[in-house]
């Protein structure tokens, strides 16, 4: 059964602009759409997770999505939103790329069902890479002007930018070669629209220009709104840079924390862009929210859903395990369960020092510990007085004077987790 794409999208506040038919020729039957990704990593990032949804809302609405992974545009680098050229990349590194990003997507998209709108992945090295530089001039480059080139947006702000070392003419080559994609997608899967940014208006329509012109047919435009962040700062970076999809690179942890650290508008916006809830389920959660914003319910439900598409159930509730171990009450159980970078993660910015394993296999003092070996505290009078104060803790629980740590205190066989008080932290690292 089809549903209406472009509706769902406009209440989601997912549409920039849709090209004049797209609306009537979506609700005539199934469709195959496709939106492209830049392979220069082995991992995805959220910025990407837009036009992804794109994609997923699409095949839920009853449609075909077409994921295309620009290895021969990788190759070349696209000038859109962009003041410099990017790096270059083999083919062995992009097909390893490729591969990656597919199972990302395999999190979003269904490729494997026998359904009719089941996903596909291409990749345009695949069909670009036996056209030679003489064939794609005479059959592709004739059919489209300088005139009609130099009009685009991504290529006037590049050559007027005053930051600009000018373009290249590989780089000003690259909306013919997406607009081939267009082309040859339509003739040999069918595929009538491309989606994509606003800032790939351009590109897009140059597809649709090509296939009028050689193809003798219809190909339409659908792009979203490029997403920022209500406090000006760009969306999907963090401190440490990209928020990335892989766990190796960004911990489930740090991928949780992103979503619940947003503001109250932010996450208005982003629970319809980035989750599949209803407009109903997401009316009552707004609600919920103003009725008592401390609670933080649209955060944590955000962080919640995305969590779990991307990583999993079990990576959501360790996120939200490790949470508490800063914000809530939890155990020395709590943190053994932590893996490295999770603990790491955590504990980020927490001072630490390195003890020798030696000492723990014979015992270390806590006075020790704290003051003399450890230089958690200033000197073993101030670490007794802490300690007959009650407010020490090892791997967040209680100890007094006296106490010995030993391994089988050890986090991971490497960190002991010091405390003074409810915020004062130091780790002892073991080497």
């Known amino acids: 059964m089809i549903k209406n794409f472009v509706e769902e999208l406009t209440w989601r506040g997912m549409i920039h602009t849709v090209m004049p038919g797209a609306e009537e020729h979506l609700m005539e039957g199934m469709r195959s759409a496709y939106v492209g990704f830049d392979p220069t990593a082995d991992s995805l990032h959220i910025g990407n997770l837009v036009p992804i949804m794109l994609l997923a809302h699409y095949q839920r609405c009853g449609h075909r999505p077409v994921a295309l992974v620009g290895g021969a545009t990788g190759m070349i680098g696209d000038p859109s939103g962009k003041s410099n050229e990017r790096n270059l990349l083999d083919e062995t590194t992009l097909r390893h790329n490729q591969e990656a990003i597919k199972k990302q997507l395999a999190h979003f998209l269904d490729f494997e069902s026998d359904a009719d709108n089941a ?78 940014g606003s800032d790939q208006w351009g590109n897009i329509t140059t597809g649709t220009e090509l296939i009028r012109r050689i193809g003798n047919g219809k190909g339409y435009a659908i792009t979203c709104p490029l997403i920022t962040k209500s406090d000006g700062s760009k969306f999907g970076k963090s401190e440490g840079g990209n928020v990335w999809l892989d766990a190796n690179r960004t911990s489930p942890y740090k991928f949780y924390q992103y979503w619940l650290n947003s503001s109250d508008e932010d996450a208005e916006k982003y629970i319809k862009i980035f989750t599949f809830l209803s407009e109903d389920e997401i009316n009552a959660l707004v609600k919920e929210h103003q009725e008592a914003p401390h609670l933080r319910v649209l955060q944590k439900r955000l962080a919640e859903e995305i969590t779990i598409m991307v990583h999993s159930q079990e990576d959501l509730e360790n996120a939200i395990k490790a949470s508490n171990i800063l914000f809530g009450n939890s155990t020395g159980d709590d943190l053994k369960h932590l893996n490295e970078q999770t603990f790491l993660d955590v504990f980020d910015g927490v001072p630490q020092t390195e003890i020798a394993k030696a000492d723990i296999e014979n015992g270390l003092d806590i006075i020790a510990a704290l003051a003399e070996q450890g230089g958690f505290l200033k000197s073993n009078g101030e670490a007794r007085r802490a300690l007959k104060e009650n407010s020490i803790s090892v791997n967040k629980e209680k100890v007094k004077e006296g106490y010995t740590i030993t391994e089988s205190d050890l986090i991971n066989d490497k960190f002991v987790l010091l405390q003074r008080g409810k915020k004062n932290y130091f780790i002892l690292r073991i080497s």
């Open 119 to 196: 996903a596909i992945l291409v990749n345009n090295y695949d069909w670009m890479k036996d056209f030679s530089f003489l064939g794609f001039i005479r059959d592709v480059g004739k059919h489209i002007t300088v005139n009609y080139m130099m009009a685009k947006d991504s290529v006037k702000n590049r050559i007027s930018s005053d930051a600009s070392e000018g373009m290249s003419f590989t780089e000003f080559t690259y909306q013919l070669v997406q607009g081939y994609d267009f082309l040859h997608l339509y003739q040999e899967k069918n595929c009538t629209i491309q989606m994509g």
